[in-house]
Structure formats: C-alpha cells, structure tokens
C-alpha cells in the first residue's frame, strides 16, 4: 500500500531563512508526487509535482523540492522564507495506475519575522 | 487557472437534518471528483471518488447511505449528508482534475475552498 509521511508536525524558520519541510514515500512502482499548501479554513493549493525527470522541480512561489529515489524522500525547499509562507503544507503521492491521491499528516510551517 | 467553486462555505445545521454540498469546476470538465474530509489538525481523508454518470467508490469505512454522492454533470458533484449529527462535524473538501488536458492523470488535482459542516 502507498503512503506519505511527514515526520514533522511544525517547522519553525526565522524570515529570510532556508526552510525544509521534508517527506518520505512509500509506494510501488514510479511514484507521482505532490506539494501542496494549505492557508486558513481554504482548500489546497498546488505548488509543484515530480512525475519523471530531473530529480529537482521548481514550482509556486519559489518553492522547490528534491526527488531521491534511494531516500524515498522528497523534501520541499525554499532558499529564503518568507512571513507569508506561514501555512499547513502537505505532501501526496499517486502510485501509476491508480487515481487516488494519498495524503500526508501535514506539517505547519512557520516563519517567524 | 482551472477553478473548483465549493458551496456553501460555511453551514451550520440541526442534529437529524441533512446538508447538500456542491463542487463544481468552472472552467474545465472533471470526470472524477473526489470528496475528503478533513479534522482538525489531521491530514485529509479521502472518503468517495466521484464519478461521472455512475456510482461514487467509497473508500473503507465511509458510509454510503449516510455520504450520498452524486456526479450528474461533468461540472458538478454533490455531497449529501444525511441525518446530520455532531459527530459528522468538519471540513469536507472537494476536488477535481481536469480530464480534457492530454496527460491529465499526471495533473495535479485543483481543490475548492472547503465547507465547514457544524451540526448542533
């Protein structure tokens, strides 16, 4: 069975900082993998996806994360945080030939000014 | 950008009444919709994939008869809770890919805004 997880439930980063919000997966096969953030009482919004390819993807708002096939991770970066990236952030991953899209637990990210 | 309108955002309901939630995409067609729940401080847990024009796939442990969903529409799925009690309290999410995009089941899912149920 697939799965996500996000072994931190906070991750506390001071303005202008690099941040990690890490995640590790387990599925069979290539997996799909998701960021995706989450503000107050809203819905999810997509920030980036690895599919195939270069193991480092850019997406939204500077955000970008790294593919490790060995690790089974995929970490999400950012090189200098921002007050504004305070969010709930989650991971997912879809395993091929599959149309669910599994969760991780979410990690609260805040930076500090 | 692809956008999933959700509505209502907010209700507040009657123990034993029941409450329709609405997810539409605007601007794409969505053969499959898929309902999560979402408590608070927890991950979302899916509980149907909803699909266009037969029956939802719910996931273990999600009651069907109390969690009706219906995808009459390739833009609209519903979302009916029925004899609300407070327990069924939370965040339900919808969301949606857009099945007209060549290669859209690598795409990612695009989320509306959420409806927080509160039943008294």
């Known amino acids: 069975a697939q799965s996500v997880a996000q072994p931190e439930d906070q991750v506390n980063v001071a303005e202008g900082n690099p941040l990690t919000v890490k995640c590790t997966y387990s599925?069979?096969?290539?997996?799909?993998l998701f960021w995706y953030v989450q503000y107050p009482n809203r819905g999810l919004q997509f920030l980036l996806k690895?599919?195939?390819?270069?193991?480092l993807v850019k997406g939204s708002y500077g955000f970008e994360a790294e593919f490790n096939k060995s690790q089974t991770s995929f970490h999400l970066k950012k090189p200098s945080a921002l007050v504004s990236d305070s969010a709930l952030y989650f991971c997912?991953?879809?395993?091929?030939?599959?149309?669910?899209?599994?969760f991780g637990t979410g990690t609260r990210l805040q930076v500090f000014p | 950008g692809a956008v999933v309108s959700q509505h209502p955002s907010w209700v507040i309901c009657k123990s034993g009444t029941s409450v329709k939630i609405e997810c539409r995409s605007l601007?794409?067609?969505?053969?499959?919709m898929f309902w999560y729940r979402q408590f608070p401080k927890q991950s979302l847990m899916l509980m149907a994939t909803?699909?266009?024009?037969?029956?939802?796939?719910?996931e273990q442990g999600v009651e069907k008869d109390k969690f009706l969903i219906n995808h009459a529409s390739l833009t609209l799925s519903t979302l009916t809770v029925t004899s609300a009690h407070p327990e069924d309290s939370s965040f339900y999410i919808c969301?949606?890919?857009?099945?007209?995009?060549?290669?859209?089941?690598?795409?990612?899912?695009?989320f509306g805004n959420g409806t927080r149920l509160t039943v008294t």
């Open positions: 969301s949606a890919r857009d099945s007209g995009r060549q290669g859209s089941y690598n795409s990612p899912l695009h």
């Open positions: 599925v069979s096969g290539n997996p799909y």
């Open positions: 690895y599919i195939t390819g270069d193991n």
């Open positions: 997912a991953v879809r395993a091929i030939n599959t149309d669910k899209l599994i």
């Open positions: 601007d794409f067609q969505a053969t499959t």
């Open positions: 909803s699909n266009e024009g037969s029956k939802a796939t719910y």
